[in-house]
Nanobody, 121 residues
């Protein structure tokens, strides 16, 4: 059974840090973190390609967030530094076995249940 399990969310003050983790059980071509804030649609945060580790970050998180992957452990991480109140959202791990269009959530086949990040000012 394919499974993506996120962890690491929590409540922090602005300027703080969190590290989100995603444990996955299958081989994927590309993985990503998406977030969904209350009343908003899903937004892409960071993407990483399994073959070469090439990654992309949304402009809103560049310089603050880092996406990494430990293929041996089948773990993906999102290091979130200098968090801002506008980063408050549910964060989801997503994965696809084939090429995707950047930030297109519909192209990702498998999703985790999400982990909640709350940043207070």
């Amino acid at each position: 059974q394919v499974e993506l399990v996120e962890s690491g969310g929590g409540s922090v003050q602005a300027g703080g840090s969190l590290r989100l983790s995603c444990k996955y059980s299958d081989n994927y071509y590309v993985m990503a973190w998406f977030c969904q804030a209350p009343g908003k649609g899903s937004e892409g945060v960071a993407t990483i390609y399994d073959l070469n580790g090439r990654n992309y970050l949304d402009d809103s998180v560049k310089g603050r967030f880092t996406i990494t992957q430990d293929k041996a452990e089948r773990m993906m991480y999102l290091q979130m530094n200098n968090l801002k109140p506008e980063d408050t959202a549910m964060y989801f791990c997503a994965a696809a076995r084939n090429a995707v269009r950047l930030w297109r959530a519909d192209d990702f086949e498998d999703w985790g249940q999400g982990t909640l990040v709350i940043v207070s000012s």
